[in-house]
């Protein structure tokens, strides 16, 4: 079984950056495929970010160029930079884990998530 814990949320101004930290524990995640996900107020879950080993990244066309998905496995841990942050941004994130890999529905295939972070963009 794997924990998953989010951290780095908080609240940025628009154009601004901020960086994501995704800890897992109970054991390692480097054979996982890894992902953060998004909800924002009133809307449904949507993908933001997939990673298949170590360099193998996806994003959602709305992130893509200004997000970037990394892990660290010396670590057990997943990063999201982002970057040019936009109020459409706003949303609690979430960080997930699973063995199995939907293409174009990336969170059908996370067997493990975490509780969220919010992050709040101002402009």
């Known amino acids: 079984q794997v924990q998953l814990v989010e951290s780095g949320g908080g609240l940025v101004q628009a154009g601004g950056s901020l960086r994501l930290s995704c800890a897992a524990s109970g054991r390692a995640v480097d054979r996982y495929a890894m992902g953060w996900f998004r909800q924002a107020p009133g809307k449904e879950r949507e993908f933001v970010a997939h990673i298949v080993g170590g360099d193998n990244p996806s994003y959602a066309d709305a992130v893509k160029g200004r997000f970037t998905i990394s892990r660290d496995n010396a670590e057990n841990t997943m990063y999201l930079q982002m970057t040019s942050l936009k109020p459409e941004d706003t949303a609690v994130y979430y960080c997930?884990?699973?063995?199995?890999?939907?293409?174009?529905?990336?969170?059908?295939?996370?067997?493990?998530w975490g509780k969220g972070t919010l992050v709040t963009v101002s402009s």
């Open positions: 997930a884990a699973g063995s199995r890999i939907f293409h174009g529905d990336y969170a059908r295939g996370m067997d493990y």
